[in-house]
């Protein structure tokens, strides 16, 4: 580890590019799959804590919020309010699974179709809902609309960009998440004083990010190396000269054209997953997605209007305060955009962490010694709160919440670059859907040391990130087996003569 916590990268060679308006319009046409799943986590928080969707679907949980000596941490403890909230989340796992394969034989723009297609069924569902089951269903079919485009939309930014550029183009994405989730705290705001179909209004409304997916993707093309996989070589090369804005793209197509080659020798992506020279990259891009929800974003993402709630605010109340923590978050993804392919990912992964764990712990601590069973806090101490909730979620949404989706989708070879990311994002849905199906339970049990809880495991992440994660930015895609074979511990994993290969396919 001679080279420090923070090494450079050297990077051997750069394609030359020119950062083209087709460039931009693809990559962030592709990156609106995030509106999706930005605005069902603002919805489906949003509705939960509304009066009317719980009298309609929840009455318990809502005979609960009269009772004056109710347990504070324990309002909300509801099977079928957790269940609605992470069955998206079921789906979403289940369906990303053969989402690798999916973008891989049919092209990442097809796959993102198809989830915008699902995504409008599920809204349609939702908002025409009459009992817990159709809620239910229609969760499905958005679980399986973001399933698919949350896999597809970041390898397909991914190699539509520059490596130079390659972060901020990628975060567009989670910028994008952003977006979605200030946009739907917004509405809620507002359809929370619609009685007594606001929430129908809320869930309904997500057809229209579906929709602005679906039609955009038709008018998308697919990515170059998606058209060489599938012997479309001469479009491949048109897509490529078209978003490096030149016509001297040989050395990047020939590239292109070599890594498909190896890719072609591979009969299961996933297979190639568990190659020892692939175990760097496999379980990098498991931890990093997997671990992002216990930064505590599974509870604040998706609950944190019932957060507020419990420390005594009204519902139109928390909801605004939601708005305020929605527009934060934009925020700190548009900061992410502007210097992550400039500072690079690890100091961003070790600086938002520790940014985390001082706020979690500052808000168990304000829980501890604040709010007991049956009170709520004082204006003072919930204003506290709501800043230490804001502050946790810019720290996130520069650091863990974009990158956990960034390096997975720059770290693998193409030969294994759909299955990967496909991992990956099972990954993640699987953890979110395990704490959003408990967390409301866990929160009644542990109370105020489920933050130090939050705390605790940011700890294990940041650590992981600081000594386990080589730093990516401004690698070209054919080149990155390079850093993971000059890693202090990953290097013992890359056999030589494959690095050797990689380097002669980058010197041609």
């Known amino acids: ?73 324990c309002r909300y403890d509801n099977q079928g309010i957790q269940l609605f ?31 915008g297609l699902s995504f409008f069924i599920g809204a349609v ?26 896999q597809a939309a970041p390898v397909y930014i991914a190699e539509m960009a520059p490596a130079k550029h390659r972060g901020a183009l990628t975060n567009s994405f989670q910028f994008s998440l952003t977006v979605g989730l200030f946009a739907s705290s917004l509405l809620n705001y507002f359809t929370e004083k619609v009685h007594p179909y606001g929430w129908r209004i809320s869930l309904g409304v997500g057809a ?52 498909t080659r190896v890719a072609a020798t591979v009969d299961n992506s996933f297979r190639c997953l568990l ?33 507020f709630r419990i420390m005594g605010y009204r519902s139109s109340a928390a909801l605004y305060s939601a708005t305020i923590v929605g527009s934060v978050r934009m925020v700190g993804s548009a900061i992410c955009i502007l210097i992550v392919d400039k500072v690079g990912r690890r100091i961003l992964f070790f600086q938002g962490g520790i940014q ?42 520069w650091s863990w919440g974009p990158l956990s989706w960034i390096v997975p989708s720059e770290i693998f070879s193409l030969e294994c670059r759909s299955a990967g990311l496909g991992v990956a994002v099972s990954c993640n849905y699987l953890v979110t859907f395990m704490l959003t199906q408990v967390f409301l339970t866990m929160f009644c049990h542990m109370r105020w040391g489920t933050f130090f809880f939050f705390a605790g495991t940011l700890f294990i992440m940041v650590s992981f990130t600081t000594f386990l994660v080589p730093e990516t930015k401004g690698v070209p895609l054919e080149d990155m087996k390079q850093i993971w074979s000059r890693h202090w511990y990953w290097k013992k994993f890359v056999p030589k003569e494959d690095v050797d290969t990689n380097m002669s396919i980058s010197s041609k």
């Open 1 to 73: 580890m001679a080279e420090g916590m923070f090494p450079k990268t050297e990077v051997d060679k750069r394609y030359e590019h020119r950062v083209t308006l087709y460039l931009i319009l693809s990559c962030f046409m592709a990156a609106t799959a995030g509106l999706l799943f930005g605005y069902d986590v603002g919805i489906s928080g949003g509705v939960t804590a509304m009066d009317d969707f719980q009298k309609k679907f929840f009455p318990t949980v809502y005979r609960k919020q009269k009772e004056a000596k109710v347990n504070n941490y």
């Open 85 to 115: 909230t992470s069955s998206l989340q079921l789906a979403g796992f289940v369906t990303s699974i053969f989402a690798g394969y999916a973008t891989r034989k049919y092209g990442r723009r097809l796959t993102l179709i198809v989830g």
């Open 125 to 150: 569902l939702n908002g025409a809902a009459t009992n817990l089951a159709m809620l239910v269903i229609g969760r499905l079919f958005l679980g399986m609309g973001v399933g698919l485009s949350a």
């Open 208 to 259: 229209l990010p579906a929709v602005i997916l679906t039609l955009g993707a038709i008018f998308l093309p697919d990515t170059p190396v998606s058209y060489v996989e599938r012997g479309q070589l001469e479009k491949g090369r048109e897509i490529l000269e078209k978003v490096r804005g030149l016509k001297n793209v040989d050395m990047e197509f020939e590239d292109i054209l070599e890594a």
């Open 275 to 307: 190659r020892r020279e692939n175990r760097a990259q496999f379980l990098t891009a498991c931890f990093l997605p997997g671990a992002q929800p216990f930064s505590g974003n599974a509870a604040i993402a998706f609950y944190i209007p019932v957060l």
């Open 356 to 397: 985390m764990i001082l706020c979690q712990l500052a808000i168990g601590t304000i829980f501890y010694l604040e709010l007991g069973l049956h009170n709520t806090l004082d204006k003072s101490m919930a204003i506290g709160v709501v800043v230490l909730v804001n502050l946790w979620t810019v720290g996130f949404d």
